[in-house]
């Protein structure tokens, strides 16, 4: 690697940062690979995501921002399985060996390690293009895990906080770079996201299925709606806005609601005799749950508008393969 630290230099560093009390780590970083306890008679259940320069975040987003999202939109994934993380394994491709970079990337990864418990037992580090990949680990009890293929017709369609929000951050990132463009917006919805880790937890043994907002409304609902083999009929009027699309058009802001990614959110179906758990959710962990629809027998996605008209969306949200990518690069 070039100039600041070598590999095992940074490793070092990284271990030190990182290091919390954790007794069911039998070995931890150090070794060829770690040794865990997995609790008795838990399900182990392990989720991975990886998150590039120029791509999944701006090029020039914060080490802080970085290490706080790597480990968000996984603890996310584990959430939309109702699953309580424990353990996390980190492979980091960085251009240069530099401490200071590392420094506030591990602060901002332990910024929410450690309200959660998540002790960082091992991974990989390499020098090329930033990339940044975590590897999560946790636990449900066998068979309590929330899967996307249990939604049955008359079943609620709920969603937890705002949609939309992000994706506004990002395209007004880049207005931002044009010359005598506004300034520049608050990026915490962006670069922030709340992993909703025990609304995935409160979620087990009532919701009929679950999957976390990444790549917006209409992708992950689609998602949900193919492996229950069902279809949603979506009340578009009561889509949350994130009050960054207030000063939006109704068409714009509908448009970021239905199909901007990387949002984080819980988006879930629930029989409707659990209907009156919702507030008690909502109030006890503050989470926003609003219901935006139903579940019903056939297949697809139908967006109605408020007068009982069917809305056509014209983008679904994002696709690596199919769309250009977003960030700065
Ligand atoms: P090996 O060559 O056997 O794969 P490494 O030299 O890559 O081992 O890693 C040494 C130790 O440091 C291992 O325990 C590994 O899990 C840990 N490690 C390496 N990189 C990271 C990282 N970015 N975050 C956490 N642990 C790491
Ligand atoms: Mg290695």
Same mark, same amino acid.
């Given at each position: 690697?070039?100039?600041?630290?070598?590999?095992?230099?940074?490793?070092?560093?990284?271990?030190?940062?990182?290091?919390?009390?954790?007794?069911?780590?039998?070995?931890?970083?150090?070794?060829?690979?770690?040794?865990?306890?997995?609790?008795?008679?838990q399900h182990l259940v392990?989720?991975?995501?990886?998150?590039?320069?120029?791509?999944?975040?701006?090029?020039?987003?914060?080490?802080?921002?970085?290490?706080?999202?790597?480990?968000?939109?996984?603890?996310?994934?584990?959430?939309?399985?109702?699953a309580?993380?424990?353990?996390?394994?980190?492979?980091?491709?960085?251009?240069?060996?530099?401490?200071?970079?590392?420094?506030?990337?591990?602060?901002?990864?332990?910024?929410?390690?450690?309200?959660?418990?998540?002790?960082?037992?091992?991974?990989?580090?390499?020098?090329?293009?930033?990339?940044?990949?975590?590897?999560?680990?946790?636990t449900v009890e066998p068979g309590r895990q929330?899967?996307?293929?249990?939604?049955?017709?008359?079943?609620?369609?709920?969603?937890?906080?705002?949609?939309?929000?992000?994706?506004?951050?990002?395209?007004?990132?880049?207005?931002?770079?044009?010359?005598?463009?506004?300034?520049? /917006?608050?990026? =915490? #919805? *962006?670069?922030?996201?709340?992993?909703?880790? !025990? @609304?995935?937890?409160? $979620?087990? +043994?009532?919701?009929?299925?679950?999957?976390?907002?990444?790549?917006?409304?209409?992708?992950?609902?689609?998602?949900?709606?193919?492996?229950?083999?069902?279809?949603?009929?979506?009340?578009?009027?009561?889509? /949350?806005?994130? =009050? #960054? *699309?207030?000063?939006?058009?109704?068409?714009? !802001? @509908?448009?970021?609601? $239905?199909? +901007?990614?990387?949002?984080?959110?819980?988006?879930?179906?629930?029989?409707?005799?659990?209907?009156?758990?919702?507030?008690?959710?909502?109030?006890?962990?503050?989470?926003?749950?609003?219901?935006?629809?139903?579940?019903?027998?056939?297949?697809?996605?139908?967006?109605?508008?408020?007068?009982?008209?069917?809305?056509?969306?014209?983008?679904?949200?994002?696709?690596?393969?199919?769309?250009?990518?977003?960030?700065?690069?």
């Amino acid at each position: 690697m070039p100039e600041g630290r070598n590999e095992f230099q940074l490793i070092r560093q990284i271990q030190r940062s990182t290091l919390v009390a954790s007794p069911g780590v039998k070995l931890g970083i150090g070794d060829d690979a770690a040794v865990l306890d997995v609790p008795v008679g838990q399900h182990l259940v392990a989720a991975t995501d990886t998150l590039n320069a120029g791509v999944h975040f701006p090029a020039d987003t914060l080490p802080f921002d970085i290490g706080y999202k790597c480990l968000a939109v996984n603890l996310s994934d584990l959430a939309a399985m109702g699953a309580v993380p424990h353990r996390v394994l980190l492979s980091l491709s960085l251009p240069e060996a530099d401490p200071d970079w590392v420094q506030s990337f591990t602060a901002g990864f332990m910024s929410l390690a450690e309200p959660f418990g998540v002790a960082l037992v091992g991974g990989d580090t390499t020098s090329g293009p930033l990339s940044v990949s975590l590897t999560a680990l946790g636990t449900v009890e066998p068979g309590r895990q929330l899967q996307r293929n249990g939604a049955c017709a008359g079943d609620l369609l709920v969603v937890s906080g705002t949609v939309g929000g992000a994706a506004r951050v990002l395209d007004l990132l880049q207005a931002a770079i044009d010359p005598g463009a506004c300034s520049q /917006p608050d990026r =915490s #919805l *962006l670069d922030r996201p709340h992993p909703r880790v !025990k @609304l995935g937890q409160a $979620l087990t +043994g009532y919701a009929s299925a679950c999957i976390d907002i990444s790549d917006g409304l209409l992708a992950d609902l689609g998602h949900l709606v193919t492996a229950s083999g069902c279809a949603a009929r979506l009340a578009i009027d009561t889509l /949350p806005a994130a =009050s #960054l *699309l207030a000063d939006l058009k109704a068409e714009q !802001k @509908l448009a970021y609601q $239905l199909a +901007g990614g990387d949002d984080y959110e819980l988006l879930f179906t629930l029989p409707e005799q659990y209907a009156s758990q919702i507030n008690g959710w909502s109030g006890e962990l503050g989470v926003d749950l609003t219901i935006i629809g139903n579940i019903e027998d056939g297949d697809g996605i139908h967006c109605m508008r408020a007068d009982g008209t069917e809305y056509h969306a014209r983008a679904t949200g994002f696709d690596h393969f199919a769309a250009k990518p977003q960030g700065n690069t």
